[in-house]
């Protein structure tokens, strides 16, 4: 049965008769297919990706894995419509801890219309996206089993300055984030998430090689989406933290290009983490 996914935290979300993505219990995403070469687009760049041969496997790991399309019901009720099936991503934990993080000090792209390209500016000068090359677009952060989850309502993440930010970051892995507003977070998990082989500096780290050099896409828009959780962490099952990127509506050709929107604000967000470790 297809239902709401309980760990969304940013983008268009199908409750209140709204168009959005729904999932089942078989661990499948289903991504409706948007309007305006939107939807159109975003499956091209998934048809590609998995077929073409200079993305290396090593890579391709790092995207949700794609099924094809489906026609569905769509969740606004007006009747049947594409979607991509996609892995669920925050299938494979419990309580996920996730941060959606868009790339990039620039939103727009050239070929999108003036209109566009003004409310992206905006969003953009009036987020971090300009000045720290990344904004933080919806997190969850999993407290306790009595209070749940740390979620911040969409106005209170766009309006985050440089300071919200770093503290997101420590918060992300503590674990007495619930406990009240002047406990000093203990970043307990930093070491394991943000650090260690298979964490999430790591994956970072992986990606920006690729990015140093890849020229095949810009990836206009896209998040890179941080899961970890708990239990998958304190009992050693793997992956317990994941880095992956979504939504890629407005991905462009590189025409032999790096892109360097992405890499700029994939360099600063490691900065930003690797910071979390000199103030532990
Ligand atoms: O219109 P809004 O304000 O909801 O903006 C959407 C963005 O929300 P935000 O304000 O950044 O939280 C939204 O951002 P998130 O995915 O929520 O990070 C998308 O960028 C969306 O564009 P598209 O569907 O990817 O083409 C954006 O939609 P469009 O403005 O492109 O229609
Ligand atoms: N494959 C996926 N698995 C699990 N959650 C996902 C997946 N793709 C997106 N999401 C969730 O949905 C949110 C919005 O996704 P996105 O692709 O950016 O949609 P939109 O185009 O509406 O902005 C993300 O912040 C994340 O929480």
Known sequence: MLKVPEHQVAGHQAIDGNLGPLVDDSGRFYKPLQANERGTKE?????????????????????????????????????????LVLQDLASNHLNPS???????????????????????????????????????????IY???????????RKDVLSFTADNVRLVLRKFVSSNSSVGSNAKLDCCFA????????????????????FEDQTIYHFNSTSLLILFDEESLLKGRTPFAEVKLIDFAHVAEGEGVIDHNFLGGLCSLIKFISEVFSRI
């Open 143 to 153: 407290q306790s089993k009595e209070s749940g989850f740390w979620k911040s309502a």
């Open 98 to 140: 996730i941060l959606d993080v868009k790339m990039g000090s620039r939103t727009w792209y050239p070929e999108a219309s003036d209109d566009y390209i003004q409310r992206c500016l905006e969003k953009d000068r009036t987020t971090t996206s300009v000045s720290l090359g990344f904004r933080i677009s919806g997190l969850q």
């Open 43 to 83: 499956l091209a760049f998934y048809q590609s990706l998995f077929s073409d041969t200079l993305v290396p496997d090593h890579i391709r790991r790092f995207f949700p894995v794609f099924y094809g399309s489906q026609l569905l019901e769509a969740s606004d009720g007006s009747g049947l419509r594409p979607h």
């Open 191 to 210: 070491r394991s998430v943000y650090g260690g082989p298979a964490g999430v500096l790591e994956q970072l780290l992986e990606l920006k090689t690729w």
